[in-house]
Nanobody
Framework: QLQLVESGGGLVQPGGSLRLSCAASGFTLNYGAIGWFRQAPGREREGISCISSSRGTYYADSVEGRFTISRDNSKNTVYLQMNSLKPEDTAVYYC???????????????WGKGTVVTVSS
């Protein structure tokens, strides 16, 4: 069964760090583009980062310089290192995979169920 499972969310103080993991089963994550998306309460889902072998990495302006996406093919896992977290980073974070070179929110093939990140003092 094809599945993506996120982990690593939690409660962190402003300025802190978290590392999210996205583990795949049933397919290999290097088959296309893997993206991280987030949805805050009352807001639309936002694509924040993407990684693909052919296009490299992408970051939304809101996380550029603070978040880093990476992939460990041996573990079939994609990571999102989040530093200098802000209260506005509070959201449910999802990973998604697409058999393509770029991430597109409404065209991703597989989605995880999400992990909650709360940034608060």
């Amino acid at each position: 069964q094809l599945q993506l499972v996120e982990s690593g969310g939690g409660l962190v103080q402003p300025g802190g760090s978290l590392r999210l993991s996205c583990a795949a089963s049933g397919f290999t994550l290097n088959y296309g583009a893997i993206g991280w998306f987030r949805q805050a309460p009352g807001r639309e889902r936002e694509g924040i980062s993407c990684i693909s072998s052919s296009r490299g990495t992408y970051y939304a302006d809101s996380v550029e310089g603070r978040f880093t996406i990476s992939r460990d093919n041996s573990k079939n896992t994609v990571y999102l290192q989040m530093n200098s977290l802000k209260p506005e980073d509070t959201a449910v974070y999802y990973c998604a995979a697409r058999r393509s070179t770029i991430c597109k929110d409404n065209e991703m093939d597989y989605w995880g169920k999400g992990t909650v990140v709360t940034v608060s003092s």
